[in-house]
């Protein structure tokens, strides 16, 4: 078993397209929320039913493209030099970024007071403006622009303080964790799974596989319920009656089991990704994408498939299809060549958190300037289009503003 310092450093271009095409998809099933007649196999499966969705599948697959980037990642900083305790503290900076994106996030999906100085749709144009300000890339530079790039951060930083100063909920609640949101889940993710592969000094893959079963384990060993706003308990966790009390561990394991999945897969294909040994990685991964089906399969005769209570039988199905999905990916591009088929959606790849974050500010000025679509352009397969056509011009508005340094990158 190799280490983290075996890493050869070279770029995997199946690893950007993957998170690429990921993110497109996000975009889209995102704005479902404002179709109407959306095929429910496409949609996410609701409360309480035994279902799996398209969108159930996004999010994994999304965890599992951020643990294929890590062992790159670290491995590349290890290789410039930097020290251990400066990737640590770096991991650490990028998760709580993450955390606190996501806790605004998650407060401006609740139903705001009537009260609040601002509107719904204007505080979130300034919470995007300020995550902007805070976390932009911005360029290297000296002297006077040097100093302009701090003092715009230090006003990205009095925004949001003042964005979480003036929140209030309909409730009457101040800004607080009333869930992670997307970026919160992730940031809870990425920090254990990041941090365990930096201190792992030999035997990695070994390590990653031990991990990898005890997220798992993990998540059979907390078999939460779900509460929807009502506060009743509705079990769609087990199939049989059983109700558990809910519980608050970001992920449950089960999202650590996608990311630890995508850690083990980069070192796999690190590993066996040459010429004379890439029908081994193909024979690995293949097969460990249909055992987890199968795993699932025979999991669902205890447990539905459930996204929301994060049930096994879902881990293990969305995990086996992601993995078969990627190894696709990683034949077509780094086996292939055919990169370039994928440069239309590239920058969903490079500046992915920036196309998760535009949206909301279209959805906002569409709200503040009341703009509806005719419900023939919403509906059935128009909407569908629509919403694909969404997914490509917030990609392509990205890579304008990219241009001209406006990125979002931690």
Same mark, same amino acid.
């Given at each position: 078993? #190799?280490?983290?310092?075996?890493?050869?450093?070279?770029?995997?271009?199946?690893?950007?397209?993957?998170?690429?095409?990921?993110?497109?998809?996000?975009?889209?099933? =995102?704005?479902?929320?404002?179709?109407? =007649?959306?095929?429910?196999?496409?949609?996410?499966?609701?409360?309480?039913?035994?279902?799996?969705?398209?969108?159930?599948?996004?999010?994994?697959?999304?965890?599992?493209?951020?643990?294929?980037?890590?062992?790159?990642?670290?491995?590349?900083?290890?290789?410039?030099?930097?020290?251990?305790?400066?990737?640590?503290?770096?991991?650490?900076?990028?998760?709580?970024?993450?955390?606190?994106?996501?806790?605004?996030?998650?407060? #401006?999906?609740? +139903?705001?007071?009537?009260?609040?100085?601002?509107?719904?749709?204007?505080?979130?144009?300034?919470?995007?403006?300020?995550?902007?300000?805070?976390?932009?890339?911005?360029?290297?530079?000296?002297?006077?622009?040097?100093?302009?790039?701090?003092?715009?951060?230090?006003?990205?930083?009095?925004?949001?303080?003042?964005?979480?100063?003036? #929140?209030? +909920?309909?409730?009457?609640?101040?800004?607080?964790?009333?869930?992670?949101?997307?970026?919160?889940?992730?940031?809870?993710?990425?920090?254990?799974?990041?941090?365990?592969?930096?201190?792992?000094?030999?035997?990695?893959?070994?390590?990653?596989?031990?991990?990898?079963?005890?997220?798992?384990?993990?998540?059979?060993?907390?078999?939460?319920?779900?509460?929807?706003?009502?506060?009743?308990?509705?079990?769609?966790?087990?199939?049989?009656?059983?109700?558990?009390?809910?519980? #608050?561990?970001?992920?449950?394991?089960?999202?650590?089991?996608?990311?630890?999945?995508?850690?083990?897969?980069?070192?796999?294909?690190?590993?066996?990704?040459?010429?004379?040994?890439?029908?081994?990685?193909?024979?690995?991964?293949?097969?460990?994408?249909?055992?987890?089906?199968?795993?699932?399969?025979?999991?669902?005769?205890?447990?539905?498939?459930?996204?929301?209570?994060?049930?096994?039988?879902?881990?293990?199905?969305?995990?086996?299809?992601?993995?078969?999905?990627?190894?696709?990916?990683?034949?077509? =591009?780094?086996?292939?060549?055919?990169?370039?088929?994928?440069?239309?959606?590239?920058?969903?790849?490079?500046?992915?958190?920036?196309?998760?974050?535009?949206?909301?500010?279209?959805?906002?000025?569409?709200?503040?300037?009341?703009?509806?679509?005719?419900?023939?352009?919403?509906?059935?397969?128009?909407?569908?289009?629509?919403?694909?056509?969404?997914?490509?011009?917030?990609?392509?508005?990205?890579?304008?503003?990219?241009?001209?340094?406006?990125?979002?990158?931690?």
């Amino acid at each position: 078993m #190799y280490t983290t310092l075996d890493l050869k450093f070279a770029r995997v271009a199946s690893i950007d397209v993957f998170r690429a095409i990921t993110m497109m998809f996000m975009i889209f099933v =995102n704005d479902f929320y404002y179709d109407i =007649n959306v095929p429910h196999w496409l949609e996410h499966s609701d409360y309480g039913e035994d279902y799996l969705g398209f969108s159930d599948v996004i999010f994994p697959a999304f965890l599992f493209s951020v643990g294929l980037s890590i062992p790159f990642a670290i491995g590349k900083r290890i290789a410039k030099g930097e020290s251990r305790l400066k990737i640590g503290f770096h991991i650490l900076s990028r998760s709580i970024a993450l955390i606190v994106m996501g806790i605004f996030d998650a407060n #401006y999906w609740r +139903s705001f007071s009537p009260d609040m100085i601002l509107s719904r749709s204007v505080f979130c144009i300034l919470m995007i403006i300020g995550f902007f300000l805070v976390w932009n890339l911005y360029p290297k530079s000296i002297g006077w622009k040097k100093y302009l790039f701090i003092i715009l951060q230090v006003l990205g930083v009095a925004l949001l303080i003042f964005l979480a100063f003036i #929140y209030r +909920s309909e409730k009457g609640d101040t800004l607080g964790v009333y869930w992670w949101g997307i970026l919160g889940r992730i940031g809870w993710v990425y920090f254990p799974c990041a941090i365990l592969f930096l201190l792992v000094r030999k035997r990695t893959l070994l390590v990653m596989l031990i991990a990898l079963f005890a997220s798992i384990i993990i998540r059979m060993a907390l078999p939460y319920g779900f509460i929807p706003e009502n506060g009743d308990y509705i079990d769609i966790y087990f199939h049989s009656s059983r109700s558990f009390p809910y519980g #608050y561990i970001p992920g449950d394991g089960a999202y650590h089991f996608y990311a630890l999945a995508g850690i083990i897969v980069s070192l796999l294909c690190n590993r066996y990704g040459s010429t004379a040994k890439v029908k081994k990685l193909f024979s690995i991964l293949i097969g460990s994408g249909v055992i987890l089906l199968l795993i699932g399969i025979f999991a669902h005769q205890k447990w539905i498939i459930s996204w929301l209570a994060h049930t096994p039988s879902w881990v293990f199905l969305s995990s086996g299809i992601v993995i078969l999905i990627y190894i696709l990916m990683y034949w077509l =591009n780094d086996i292939k060549g055919k990169e370039r088929w994928f440069n239309f959606i590239k920058p969903a790849g490079t500046s992915t958190l920036t196309c998760f974050l535009l949206p909301y500010i279209i959805y906002s000025i569409f709200k503040i300037f009341n703009v509806h679509f005719p419900d023939i352009i919403i509906s059935d397969s128009l909407g569908l289009l629509k919403s694909l056509i969404f997914s490509f011009i917030i990609i392509w508005l990205a890579a304008l503003l990219g241009k001209i340094h406006i990125k979002i990158k931690i």
